[in-house]
């Protein structure tokens, strides 16, 4: 069964590089990124794990954690993060599950029928506070996400989770946003005295809110 936007994230007790972890209670009452990459020495999955622990802090100050997955088991994972740290210049510094009877690559529908059943795909979930799936991303296994992209969708995530606002192509933080379609005019005067962009009346742009 596929997951999509909007479902519960199952649940899950699974043995990690930081001992054992129970996905809802590890999440607490924050955001999280669940991340399958296809197998352990592999060199763009190398540059992966590399990419996302330089990016921890990023993942930290939005109040998100990251937690990797692939079919190898722990030991695998804990030889190649010393390949990782001497290479990519940082071993992994979040919890990697060791999921050699894909349990979690099953629950969460992370190998494709059609593909090498013995890799995963590469995957990408976004749970929200509410352990909602708030974003789902499945990536060719020649091709090495864009991590900074993971992170600008959390920034969208969370502003239009507080502000009844939308954010338009290629939107970073800080750039203006647009007013979604079920706010009336008479409603955001209310919120934006100063005004917005009216290019046509679906499309209003205005500065993002604080
Ligand atoms: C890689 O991570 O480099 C990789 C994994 C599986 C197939 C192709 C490339």
């Known amino acids: 069964m596929s997951i999509r936007i909007g479902d519960t994230a199952p649940d899950f007790e699974a043995e990690t590089t930081e001992g054992t972890i129970k996905f809802h209670d590890w999440l607490g009452d924050g955001w999280g990124v669940l991340f399958s990459h296809p197998k352990d020495f592999t060199p763009v999955c ?16 939005r109040n998100c954690k990251v937690m ?3 079919v190898d088991g722990i030991s695998d994972h804990e030889a190649w993060a010393r390949d990782i740290a001497e290479t990519q210049g940082h071993a992994p510094n979040f919890p990697l599950i060791g999921d050699k009877d894909r349990i979690v690559a099953d629950l969460y529908d ?22 909602k ?11 090495g996400r864009n991590f900074a992209e ?10 239009t ?21 079920a706010v009336t005019n008479e409603e955001a005067k209310a919120k934006y005295p100063d005004g917005w962009d009216e290019q046509k009346p679906y499309l209003r742009v205005v500065k993002q809110p604080k």
């Open 133 to 143: 799936i708030k974003l789902t991303l499945t990536y060719p296994a020649s091709t």
């Open 68 to 70: 990797g997955l692939s």
């Open 150 to 159: 993971i992170l600008r969708v959390i920034d969208s995530l969370q502003l």
């Open 46 to 61: 190398t540059t992966e794990l590399g990419m996302v622990a330089a990016l921890k802090g990023e993942f930290d100050r």
């Open 161 to 181: 989770a507080k502000h009844k606002v939308a954010t338009p192509a290629n939107w970073e933080n800080g750039q203006d946003v647009i007013i979604v379609p």
């Open 110 to 131: 992370m190998i494709h029928p059609e593909a090498d059943d013995t890799m995963t795909v590469r995957s990408v979930f976004i749970v929200g506070p509410d352990k």
